[in-house]
Structures are given as C-alpha cells and as structure tokens.
C-alpha cells in the first residue's frame, strides 16, 4: 500500500507540475534596439537634421514638417483646416484658399504627400497633398512652407488615389475612391442601387506649370470602381501610370463583404502620354463641372479664388490602347513602382502573399494582345503573363512598399504589424521588424523615387497604446525609426506623431534649406492695403465699412488710439508687418474677435474682419512675443453706440493722424 | 633734383588707381554680436552711403534711445567723393608730372583727409552713443553706446567690432605705397648704393 500510494502522489505531483508548465504563457517577445541607437538619433544643439520629413497628418488636414533622424517636430502647416493660430483660413487674405464649389470648407483629411521630381529625382520645388472629402489637391510652396494653391476636382467623390505624380511633375492624378454619377443636376439625382449603370469614376491628370500653377488637362471617365493608390511609371516606364482598384464587384453597401468577393481586383495601367496625343487630337469632350481654383500671389499676399466651369474628358471605353487591367490578388491597395520603374509591386489588403509585375511583361502581353478577357469593355492582360513573381509568405495584409535603390524593397504588413525586407529580383524575404502597433504607410526618404537617399525607414503606425505615457482614451499616433544602411534594420526611435500621419516623404535638407525664405521685402508688398510707413497709417469709413491700416514694428502699433467706431460697423484691420529682420513676426488680437488671431510676418500684410457688437473700450495687442516690450505693444479702440457721432479720430502717442 | 625717381612715380601711379575701388567698397564695417544674432549683424561705410543691416539695428537701437542711422544724417558723404576723386585725379597728374614737392604735397594732404575721416567718423560716433533720447524705453545709468573706432567692445548684450572693409584695406595699401614713393626719395642715395641693378628705375 505505501509503494502504491507513493507511485500514485508521484503521478498527482506530475501531473500538477506538467499543467503548471503548460498553464503559464509564453513570454512575449518585447521591444529591442540597437545599443548605440541614441547617438544615431541625437542631433547635438544647434546642428540641423539631415532630412525634412514632410509628414502628412490626416484627419487634422494638416503637414507636419518633421527633422530626421531626431524625429523632432519644426512646423505644424496648415493646408486643408483653418488654423487660428496664424489666422489661415480666418484672415481676409486666406479665406479664399478653402473656397469650394460647396463654400467654403474649414477641414478635410489630408493623406498623402508627393514632393516634385525632376527625371524622377527630388527637385526640393514643392510638395503636393490630397484633400479625401471635398475632392482637392494643394500644393506647398517648399520655400516658404506655405499652402501657395488648392485645386478642387470635380466629378470626385473621396480623393484618396493622389496627388501622385509623373516623373518630372508634368502631372497630379487625383482618383475617386468613390464612384458617383456626374453631369447635370438629373443625371447625379438616382437611386443608389442603380449604381451599376450610373455611377462612373474618375482619374484627373493635373498639369503643373513650370511655376507650379495646377490645372486640370483631362479626366478618364472609368467605370465605377474603387481606386486606392497609385504610382507612376518612371525610367523605362515613364509614360504609364498604375492604378490599384478594388470594389470591382461595383458594391455599394455592406462594402467589407460586398467588395472582397472576388479573388482578383485589378492594377490599372493608363497610357497618359496617349491620353495626351488624344487630347491634343481634339478627342476630349468638355463637360460642364463646377470647381475652385485658389492661389496665393505672394506680392499682394493674397489669395484669390476663381470657380472654373468646365473640364475636358475621354471615357476610357472609347478608346482601345488607352487603359489595360492586370489581375491583382484580394483587394489591391498600394502599388508601388521600384527605382528603375520596371517592377510594379501589387499589396492585396487581405493577401498573405505579394505580387509582383515586370513592366517589360506587361509589354509583351499587351503587344501579343496577351489577354483571358474584358472589365466593361476593357482589355485584362493575362496574370501570369504579367507577373514576374511572387514573394512567399512575407507576413500577413501587405499595405505599402518603398525602395532603398540597392535593390531591396519593404513593405508594411498592417496584421502582421511588421516591416519586412525582401529582394525585388530573387523574391526572397531577407529581413522582418515589428512595429508598434499595426503600421499602414511606410516610407523611405526618396523611396519612391528614381534615386532614393536610403539609410531610414520610418514605420507610420495605426495603433499607439502603450507606447507613451497614457494621455486619457485619444492618443496620438506612433512612429518607429529605422536604420536601415546594414543587412538588417535597426530599431533607432521611437516617436509622437501630429494628427494621423499617412503617407509622408523624406527629402535631403540641403535641396530646400538654403531656399527657405527669411523675410518678405516691404517694398515688394503690394497688398492694396498695405502702409509702408507709419506715417501712411490711417482710419478711413466708407459708410459703415471702417478700414483702419496699422503698422506694426517693435514694439508699438501705429494708431494705437482709435476712436470713432460704431457697432455694426464691419471693421477691417489692415496690418503691416515692417520688421524686415529674419523671425520677428506680429501677431494681431483684439478682444471679442469671433474668428481669429492673426499672424503677419516680416513685410507682409493681413487683414482681420471685426464686428464689435458692444460699446466701450476695446484693447488689441501683439500675440507674438516680439521684442523686451511685448507686453507694451497694445492699443485701444473706443466703440460708441449706432447712431453716434464721435468722429474718426486716431493717433499714437498724442500725435494725431490726418 | 626735384624729380621724382620713376620708382615712386610708378607707386603714386599704383596708389591713386587703387584709390579708384574706394567707390566701389566698403571702406570701414561696424559688426554686431549678440545672443540673439549668431550671424552678426553688419553695417558698412563708403565714401557716399551706409549699408547692411541699417533696418534692424535701428530697431534694436532705439530701445536705448539711439538716434535712427540712415546716409541723410551723414553731411560728409557729399563731399567725401570729391576728396577722394581729387586725390586720384592729381596723383594720376603727379605721377606725370613727377616733381618732388608737389608729391610731398599731396601725401600731406592724403593722409590729412584720412585722419580727418577718422576724426569726423570718431565725432559722430561720439555723438551717436551719447546723445540719447531721454524717453528710452531702457536707461542704463552711466551707460553710453560709442562704437569702437578700431577693434571690439561689449555694450550691454551686444559685442561691437569695427575695423577695415575691403575699401578700407585697400587705402591702407594705398597710403602705404604713397609713403613708400616719398620714402624713397628721402634715401635715393643709400638705396642706389645698396640695389645697382635697380638703379635705372631710382635715377
């Protein structure tokens, strides 16, 4: 009995001791980075980063410009949202910037950047970025970091697949993410379910001048499906561009099952420079379509907008070399074309695998007519004949894919929350690094030009957690640094993001710092209410209209004493900005403005519109700390009742003016 | 022998042409450090006008009650062109001519006009520090604000430099060589002893 009850306590023993073993978790692997990363990182006070990182930041419709490799933040840009800050989108001067064929609209959710090229290098000129709700795309002037224009896109709904650019910026697509109907008021008021035969997509190619200035050349009527994202050809592919669609199924509700029936969407490759011959032909119709187009003049430092009327189209269908499809797997997403432009990598949302397409292929498939069928009437090249390979097993929900220009490729996995490395020849997977957590957009500086700058990799992430100490349920979004010069990508950094960047580029500081404007010259400043000296600064009425032109300088404005204003009066404040020193702006308040401050740099001049509703005394002052008297650099304005009449009368430091 | 040797005339020829860069140079720069300013701020002097960074150190300047620089409260930029355009006119004439006292004469005068220049230039500077406005948004008690005439200073936040722009080199040059010509006048002798080679070019 006891060598049994022995036996029997020591299989109990075993048995605990097996299910405590198999009860605990494994360990998770936790987060590592290099040893040295800090001082790769660290840029010592006073130094400069070595790239500008033009980060866009989604939902907040804003740029932020961000240093590299230190992940500092230099400026937040106001683009699509106003900004009360500096007054963008409140002073008279900006209003006309977020002007639409719909008002104007205040927001919008700003997803992707594209700097300008030249040979599909980075020229430093300017940045581009799209607007996803109300149909636009902006362009950032990269001298003064400003929104310079806007151009709305009519026929539009969702501009997710833009503002991608050709090779040496000739043009901006801009793609709808959203098929609608278009024409006139009857054609676009259907019933939704009639989508089939009446909703249409578009894809506008954007003419950009050699000064930058946006114009819609034509738009491809397409039939109506989802585009995503979009890429260029470039080198030997210049001449084509790519766009990934989805939603070929045409759903329109429930589209999370509806769209991902299919096992195969498409890449739609566009001939552009045939679109152009067609164009140039007289093949396009003008269609009527309504839509802004605003530009700042940065000698009068104002904005104006003009609503075009109409817009030239070629329906795809109607011409037979224009447009091909290439079957891509599970819901195409990025499409991305390496350095040399022949191999266009396909990222099916869904898909645990990555394919990859040569262009020569696609070539030979499209000139031996290559082809297992017809979209609504268009030509699909064979899968197989345009594929140049597969990567296996490279993680799971490949979104995005940049180039490091020796021959590799990286693509974010959003499952998977990794990056990985592999090789575009061969196809095999070389490296893999988590990211924290769940990344979409990646980006390489240059990584999606024609010579990238490599060294980093920034991973742009969905999900944030615990990352940073916790700041309540609404969290900002993380990135992670790379170093990827070695074999192997090095975790360097850690870092908050503005808003929820998405796609962002990288540019080498020395093609845009030595450009960056300092001060606006005042005698170049012809705002029609500008004041050049102080002794020009006036109130004038022009009936209830009041108009009163201040000058500003360290550390007074001139008037300072005004009175003589009435409520219901509609003031207008013109301020000038003499300062002709490098960071000394102004800024403007006065109390109970309904819209904004104001800030007004060296040499220029803006304007706030104030409508005082009460009598008494008002005080204005500077917003920005300019100088040691700061605090002294304020005025008042005296508002007497309607009806009153206390004359115009102004003046600093007793001196009347006239 | 109230000849000039053609050794000199040669120098005074060299000395009144290089005179000529003056209008086109700065001759003196005043520069200014400070916290706040780590690329310096600059302002040149010429024979006619002031330049640089006028705007800003004005605005910076007036905090302590400085009067505003501007080339209208400088008198002497409408006759300094003429001083210095007849220097060159008769040294160009003198280096032909080539008589000796006449040369002696016009060194005199040169390096008269210079010390003048500094004199005048030492007055206003003077003038400019300490002749403040009493309604200064700062007052320092004691304190005054003269710019050095030649080399560095520290007032208040600010450290002034002042010293020779290229115009001002250049004259330096020039005086040097006009007192080399009439140095070689006063030891002709010794110098045609001690260099026989040269000789031709000291008769």
Same mark, same amino acid.
């Given at each position: 009995?006891?060598?049994?009850?022995?036996?029997?306590?020591?299989?109990?023993?075993?048995?605990?001791?097996?299910?405590?073993?198999?009860?605990?978790?494994?360990?998770?692997?936790?987060?590592?980075?290099?040893?040295?990363?800090?001082?790769?990182?660290?840029?010592?006070?006073?130094?400069?980063?070595?790239?500008?990182?033009?980060?866009?930041?989604?939902?907040?419709?804003?740029?932020?410009?961000?240093?590299?490799?230190?992940?500092?933040?230099?400026?937040?840009?106001?683009?699509?949202?106003?900004?009360?800050?500096?007054?963008?989108?409140?002073?008279?001067?900006?209003?006309?910037?977020?002007?639409?064929?719909?008002?104007?609209?205040?927001?919008?959710?700003?997803?992707?950047?594209?700097?300008?090229?030249?040979?599909?290098?980075?020229?430093?000129?300017?940045?581009?970025?799209?607007?996803?709700?109300?149909?636009?795309?902006?362009?950032?002037?990269?001298?003064?970091?400003?929104?310079?224009?806007?151009?709305?896109?009519?026929?539009?709904?969702?501009?997710?697949?833009?503002?991608?650019?050709?090779?040496?910026?000739?043009?901006?697509?801009?793609?709808?993410?959203?098929?609608?109907?278009?024409?006139?008021?009857?054609?676009?008021?259907?019933?939704?379910?009639?989508?089939?035969?009446?909703?249409?997509?578009?894809?506008?190619?954007?003419?950009?001048?050699?000064?930058?200035?946006?114009?819609?050349?034509?738009?491809?009527?397409?039939?109506?499906?989802?585009?995503?994202?979009?890429?260029?050809?470039?080198?030997?592919?210049?001449?084509?561009?790519?766009?990934?669609?989805?939603?070929?199924?045409?759903?329109?509700?429930?589209?999370?099952?509806?769209?991902?029936?299919?096992?195969?969407?498409?890449?739609?490759?566009?001939?552009?420079?045939?679109?152009?011959?067609?164009?140039?032909?007289?093949?396009?119709?003008?269609?009527?379509?309504?839509?802004?187009?605003?530009?700042?003049?940065?000698?009068?430092?104002?904005?104006?907008?003009?609503?075009?009327?109409?817009?030239?189209?070629?329906?795809?269908?109607?011409?037979?070399?224009?447009?091909?499809?290439?079957?891509?797997?599970?819901?195409?997403?990025?499409?991305?074309?390496?350095?040399?432009?022949?191999?266009?990598?396909?990222?099916?949302?869904?898909?645990?695998?990555?394919?990859?397409?040569?262009?020569?292929?696609?070539?030979?498939?499209?000139?031996?007519?290559?082809?297992?069928?017809?979209?609504?009437?268009?030509?699909?090249?064979?899968?197989?004949?345009?594929?140049?390979?597969?990567?296996?097993?490279?993680?799971?929900?490949?979104?995005?894919?940049?180039?490091?220009?020796?021959?590799?490729?990286?693509?974010?996995?959003?499952?998977?929350?990794?990056?990985?490395?592999?090789?575009?020849?061969?196809?095999?997977?070389?490296?893999?690094?988590?990211?924290?957590?769940?990344?979409?957009?990646?980006?390489?500086?240059?990584?999606?030009?024609?010579?990238?700058?490599?060294?980093?990799?920034?991973?742009?992430?969905?999900?944030?957690?615990?990352?940073?100490?916790?700041?309540?349920?609404?969290?900002?979004?993380?990135?992670?640094?790379?170093?990827?010069?070695?074999?192997?990508?090095?975790?360097?950094?850690?870092?908050?993001?503005?808003?929820?960047?998405?796609?962002?580029?990288?540019?080498?500081?020395?093609?845009?710092?030595?450009?960056?404007?300092?001060?606006?010259?005042?005698?170049?400043?012809?705002?029609?209410?500008?004041?050049?000296?102080?002794?020009?600064?006036?109130?004038?009425?022009?009936?209830?209209?009041?108009?009163?032109?201040?000058?500003?300088?360290?550390?007074?404005?001139?008037?300072?004493?005004?009175?003589?204003?009435?409520?219901?009066?509609?003031?207008?404040?013109?301020?000038?900005?003499?300062?002709?020193?490098?960071?000394?702006?102004?800024?403007?308040?006065?109390?109970?403005?309904?819209?904004?401050?104001?800030?007004?740099?060296?040499?220029?001049?803006?304007?706030?519109?104030?409508?005082?509703?009460?009598?008494?005394?008002?005080?204005?002052?500077?917003?920005?700390?300019?100088?040691?008297?700061?605090?002294?650099?304020?005025?008042?304005?005296?508002?007497?009742?309607?009806?009153?009449?206390?004359?115009?009368?102004?003046?600093?430091?007793?001196?009347?003016?006239? | 022998?109230?000849?000039?040797?053609?050794?000199?005339?040669?120098?005074?020829?060299?000395?009144?042409?290089?005179?000529?860069?003056?209008?086109?140079?700065?001759?003196?720069?005043?520069?200014?450090?400070?916290?706040?300013?780590?690329?310096?701020?600059?302002?040149?002097?010429?024979?006619?006008?002031?330049?640089?960074?006028?705007?800003?150190?004005?605005?910076?300047?007036?905090?302590?009650?400085?009067?505003?620089?501007?080339?209208?409260?400088?008198?002497?930029?409408?006759?300094?062109?003429?001083?210095?355009?007849?220097?060159?006119?008769?040294?160009?004439?003198?280096?032909?001519? &080539?008589?000796?006292?006449?040369? !002696? %004469?016009? $060194?005199?005068?040169?390096?008269? @006009?210079? /010390? =003048?220049?500094? #004199?005048?230039?030492?007055?206003?500077?003077?003038?400019?520090?300490?002749?403040?406005?009493?309604?200064?948004?700062?007052?320092?008690?004691?304190?005054?604000?003269?710019?050095?005439?030649?080399?560095?200073?520290?007032?208040?936040?600010?450290?002034?430099?002042? &010293?020779?722009?290229?115009?001002? !080199? %250049?004259? $330096?040059?020039?005086?040097?060589? @006009?007192? /080399? =010509?009439?140095? #070689?006048?006063?030891?002709?002798?010794?110098?045609?002893?001690?260099?026989?080679?040269?000789?031709?070019?000291?008769?």
């Amino acid at each position: 009995m006891k060598k049994n009850s022995l036996i029997s306590s020591g299989v109990i023993a075993f048995i605990f001791l097996a299910l405590l073993q198999m009860g605990c978790r494994p360990k998770s692997p936790g987060s590592v980075s290099v040893g040295d990363a800090a001082s790769k990182v660290y840029v010592p006070p006073g130094e400069h980063d070595e790239f500008y990182n033009i980060v866009s930041g989604g939902f907040n419709g804003q740029i932020s410009v961000v240093g590299l490799p230190s992940g500092r933040v230099l400026k937040i840009l106001p683009v699509f949202s106003v900004f009360p800050e500096n007054g963008y989108g409140y002073s008279e001067e900006s209003k006309p910037m977020l002007n639409t064929s719909h008002g104007f609209v205040p927001w919008d959710d700003l997803h992707h950047i594209a700097i300008s090229t030249t040979k599909g290098e980075h020229d430093g000129r300017w940045a581009f970025a799209n607007a996803n709700n109300t149909p636009r795309i902006a362009r950032i002037d990269l001298t003064t970091f400003e929104t310079a224009e806007i151009l709305e896109i009519p026929n539009s709904a969702g501009n997710h697949s833009s503002p991608f650019i050709t090779e040496n910026t000739e043009y901006v697509v801009a793609s709808t993410r959203f098929s609608v109907p278009m024409g006139e008021d009857a054609q676009r008021d259907v019933p939704i379910n009639s989508y089939k035969e009446n909703f249409k997509g578009t894809i506008s190619f954007v003419k950009v001048g050699d000064d930058g200035t946006m114009d819609i050349a034509f738009q491809l009527v397409t039939p109506g499906v989802n585009f995503d994202l979009a890429r260029a050809g470039k080198g030997k592919s210049h001449g084509w561009f790519f766009f990934s669609c989805y939603n070929t199924e045409q759903a329109y509700s429930l589209l999370e099952v509806n769209a991902s029936q299919k096992d195969k969407d498409f890449i739609m490759a566009v001939n552009w420079k045939k679109a152009e011959e067609y164009i140039k032909a007289g093949k396009g119709k003008k269609v009527k379509a309504k839509y802004a187009h605003n530009k700042l003049d940065h000698k009068t430092h104002m904005t104006t907008s003009t609503i075009k009327e109409d817009v030239l189209q070629l329906d795809i269908r109607d011409f037979e070399d224009l447009v091909y499809l290439i079957p891509c797997p599970k819901s195409p997403h990025g499409c991305d074309v390496d350095p040399t432009g022949e191999y266009i990598v396909g990222s099916g949302k869904l898909a645990a695998m990555i394919p990859v397409f040569s262009f020569t292929k696609l070539m030979t498939a499209i000139n031996g007519s290559d082809f297992e069928g017809e979209y609504d009437g268009l030509p699909v090249v064979k899968y197989e004949s345009a594929l140049h390979g597969i990567v296996e097993k490279p993680g799971l929900g490949p979104l995005h894919t940049e180039f490091d220009g020796r021959g590799n490729a990286y693509t974010s996995m959003f499952v998977s929350s990794e990056i990985v490395k592999w090789d575009i020849s061969t196809l095999q997977v070389l490296d893999r690094a988590p990211t924290y957590y769940s990344v979409g957009h990646l980006m390489i500086p240059g990584g999606c030009t024609a010579k990238p700058h490599g060294k980093y990799l920034v991973a742009y992430n969905k999900i944030t957690k615990d990352r940073y100490l916790p700041t309540g349920p609404e969290l900002c979004h993380s990135a992670q640094l790379f170093d990827i010069s070695g074999d192997k990508m090095k975790l360097l950094l850690d870092f908050p993001t503005i808003g929820e960047p998405h796609y962002a580029e990288a540019i080498p500081a020395s093609l845009i710092k030595e450009k960056s404007v300092k001060i606006y010259k005042i005698e170049d400043n012809m705002h029609p209410h500008a004041v050049k000296s102080a002794a020009d600064a006036r109130v004038v009425r022009e009936g209830n209209v009041v108009r009163i032109y201040l000058t500003s300088i360290r550390s007074h404005f001139s008037p300072d004493n005004i009175e003589g204003i009435k409520v219901g009066d509609e003031v207008y404040f013109h301020v000038t900005n003499m300062e002709q020193d490098w960071d000394v702006p102004h800024g403007f308040a006065i109390k109970g403005a309904d819209n904004a401050e104001t800030l007004i740099m060296p040499g220029a001049t803006q304007t706030l519109k104030w409508l005082p509703k009460r009598v008494g005394i008002y005080p204005f002052y500077c917003t920005d700390f300019c100088s040691a008297l700061h605090q002294e650099m304020q005025g008042y304005i005296r508002v007497s009742p309607k009806g009153s009449n206390v004359p115009i009368k102004y003046s600093l430091d007793g001196e009347e003016g006239k | 022998m109230t000849k000039l040797t053609p050794l000199s005339r040669w120098l005074i020829l060299i000395s009144s042409l290089l005179l000529i860069i003056l209008f086109f140079t700065p001759i003196w720069q005043i520069d200014l450090w400070a916290p706040q300013y780590p690329e310096w701020l600059s302002m040149q002097i010429w024979l006619y006008q002031v330049s640089g960074d006028i705007n800003t150190i004005n605005g910076l300047n007036h905090y302590i009650g400085m009067k505003h620089i501007q080339t209208e409260m400088f008198p002497e930029f409408g006759i300094m062109p003429y001083i210095a355009g007849g220097m060159i006119v008769t040294g160009l004439l003198l280096s032909i001519w &080539g008589r000796k006292p006449a040369a !002696w %004469i016009w $060194l005199i005068v040169l390096v008269g @006009a210079a /010390t =003048a220049g500094f #004199i005048d230039f030492y007055l206003w500077s003077y003038d400019y520090g300490h002749n403040l406005d009493p309604k200064a948004a700062i007052i320092v008690p004691g304190m005054v604000y003269q710019p050095p005439l030649l080399g560095s200073k520290e007032l208040l936040n600010f450290v002034a430099y002042a &010293g020779p722009a290229v115009g001002g !080199w %250049i004259a $330096l040059v020039a005086g040097l060589l @006009a007192v /080399t =010509a009439l140095l #070689i006048e006063l030891f002709k002798k010794k110098l045609q002893q001690k260099f026989t080679s040269m000789s031709a070019l000291l008769k």
